[in-house]
C-alpha cells in the first residue's frame, strides 16, 4: 500500500497492526477485533463497513484513541498510541484528530462560529484566518455562523461539526455514521463536502457506515465481519458495495473467491 512520504519516511494518517480488542472475561469474554491490520493513507476517503457486530465502530474507536486494544499497535502519524498517559492522548486527540459524530454533539449555548472555534480556544489557539475563510466557505455557512443550534437545520448543524473537525487541519478524520440523522438531500451534501475536503484540502477520512450509498463516496472501502477485515474495494460504486455485503458471509468462509474487483487481505485469510 502507498503512503505519503513524510521526512524520507513512510507515515500513513493512521495505521493499525495486528490490534485485537476482547472485552470481559471467562464465559462473558467477546472478541470484538481479531488481528486486524490496515493503513490509511494521507489525501484518502476510507469507507469501513460491515453487519451488527463485526467490530467497525471497535476499530474506529481504538484508531481514534477513543479505545484501547488489548494487544496490537496503533498509530496517528508517526505517534504511537499505546503506552501513552491519559493527558497525552487528550492532546493528541485534540491536535490530531477531528470527530464528526451523528448527534452532531454541538455546544446548545454556543453560536455556529464559537462551535466551530471551541477546539482552538480550548488549546488557546486562534485560528488561521486564511483557512477559517476557507473552511467556512466549503461548508456554506457563512451568513449562519451567529446563529445557534436550535436555529439550523440538521444538515446546517452537521456542517457546522464538520467545519469544527477541520479547523484544526488534523492528521485525520474519524466520521462515525455522519449521515444517519440527516435526509437524502441533506446527506449528499455532507459527503460531497467530505470529498471536497479531500480533493481541494488533502484532508484524511475515514467513516463508518452502513449505507452503501454513503460508502460509494469513498476512494476505498474496507469490510469487517466477525472482528476480521474480508474484503476491500477501490473506487467503489453502491452496487459493487451492495453485492459485497451480500457476499460477507461468503467472504469470510473464502475471502476474495470469484471477485476480481475485491481483495482481502492476508490478515482475514
Same mark, same amino acid.
Given at each position: 500500500?502507498?503512503?505519503?512520504?513524510? $521526512?524520507?519516511?513512510?507515515?500513513?494518517?493512521?495505521?493499525?497492526?495486528?490490534?485485537?480488542?476482547?472485552?470481559?472475561?471467562?464465559?462473558?469474554?467477546?472478541?470484538?477485533?481479531?488481528?486486524?491490520?490496515?493503513?490509511?493513507?494521507?489525501?484518502?476517503?476510507?469507507?469501513?463497513?460491515?453487519?451488527?457486530?463485526?467490530?467497525?465502530?471497535?476499530?474506529?474507536?481504538?484508531?481514534?484513541?477513543?479505545? @484501547?486494544?488489548?494487544?496490537?499497535?496503533?498509530?496517528?502519524?508517526?505517534?504511537?498510541?499505546?503506552?501513552?498517559?491519559?493527558?497525552?492522548?487528550?492532546?493528541?486527540?485534540?491536535?490530531?484528530?477531528?470527530?464528526?459524530?451523528?448527534?452532531?454533539?454541538?455546544?446548545?449555548?454556543?453560536?455556529?462560529?464559537? $462551535?466551530?472555534?471551541?477546539?482552538?480556544?480550548?488549546?488557546?489557539?486562534?485560528?488561521?484566518?486564511?483557512?477559517?475563510?476557507?473552511?467556512? +466557505?466549503?461548508?456554506?455557512?457563512?451568513?449562519?455562523?451567529?446563529?445557534?443550534?436550535?436555529?439550523?437545520?440538521?444538515?446546517?448543524?452537521?456542517?457546522?461539526?464538520?467545519?469544527?473537525?477541520?479547523?484544526?487541519?488534523?492528521?485525520?478524520?474519524?466520521?462515525?455514521?455522519?449521515?444517519?440523522?440527516? +435526509?437524502?438531500?441533506?446527506?449528499?451534501?455532507?459527503?460531497?463536502?467530505?470529498?471536497?475536503?479531500?480533493?481541494?484540502?488533502?484532508?484524511?477520512?475515514?467513516?463508518?457506515?452502513?449505507?452503501?450509498?454513503?460508502?460509494?463516496?469513498?476512494?476505498?472501502?474496507?469490510?469487517?465481519?466477525?472482528?476480521?477485515?474480508?474484503?476491500?474495494?477501490?473506487?467503489?460504486?453502491?452496487?459493487? @458495495?451492495?453485492?459485497?455485503?451480500?457476499?460477507?458471509?461468503?467472504? @469470510?468462509?473464502?475471502?476474495?473467491?470469484? +471477485?476480481?474487483?475485491?481483495?482481502?487481505?492476508?490478515?482475514?485469510?
Amino acid at each position: 500500500m502507498t503512503v505519503i512520504e513524510k $521526512n524520507d519516511v513512510a507515515v500513513a494518517a493512521a495505521r493499525a497492526g495486528d490490534i485485537w480488542k476482547v472485552y470481559g472475561s471467562g464465559a462473558a469474554e467477546v472478541t470484538a477485533l481479531r488481528g486486524v491490520t490496515a493503513e490509511f493513507r494521507r489525501g484518502q476517503f476510507t469507507a469501513i463497513m460491515g453487519p451488527s457486530g463485526s467490530g467497525k465502530s471497535t476499530l474506529m474507536h481504538c484508531l481514534a484513541g477513543l479505545d @484501547v486494544a488489548t494487544k496490537g499497535t496503533v498509530h496517528i502519524g508517526d505517534t504511537e498510541l499505546s503506552g501513552q498517559q491519559d493527558k497525552a492522548l487528550t492532546r493528541l486527540r485534540r491536535d490530531k484528530i477531528g470527530f464528526i459524530f451523528q448527534q452532531f454533539n454541538l455546544l446548545p449555548t454556543l453560536s455556529a462560529a464559537e $462551535n466551530i472555534r471551541l477546539p482552538l480556544d480550548i488549546a488557546g489557539t486562534k485560528p488561521d484566518p486564511k483557512w477559517w475563510d476557507a473552511v467556512i +466557505d466549503a461548508v456554506g455557512l457563512g451568513d449562519r455562523l451567529s446563529h445557534r443550534p436550535s436555529q439550523l437545520s440538521g444538515g446546517q448543524q452537521q456542517r457546522v461539526a464538520c467545519a469544527r473537525a477541520l479547523i484544526t487541519r488534523p492528521e485525520v478524520i474519524f466520521a462515525d455514521e455522519p449521515t444517519g440523522n440527516l +435526509d437524502s438531500r441533506s446527506g449528499a451534501e455532507l459527503l460531497q463536502f467530505l470529498q471536497l475536503s479531500v480533493r481541494e484540502y488533502g484532508q484524511t477520512i475515514v467513516m463508518v457506515t452502513h449505507d452503501a450509498v454513503a460508502a460509494s463516496y469513498a476512494d476505498r472501502v474496507i469490510f469487517l465481519a466477525d472482528g476480521q477485515i474480508v474484503s476491500e474495494l477501490d473506487k467503489p460504486t453502491a452496487d459493487a @458495495v451492495l453485492d459485497t455485503m451480500k457476499r460477507l458471509d461468503v467472504l @469470510v468462509a473464502a475471502p476474495g473467491e470469484g +471477485d476480481e474487483n475485491a481483495t482481502a487481505p492476508a490478515a482475514a485469510r
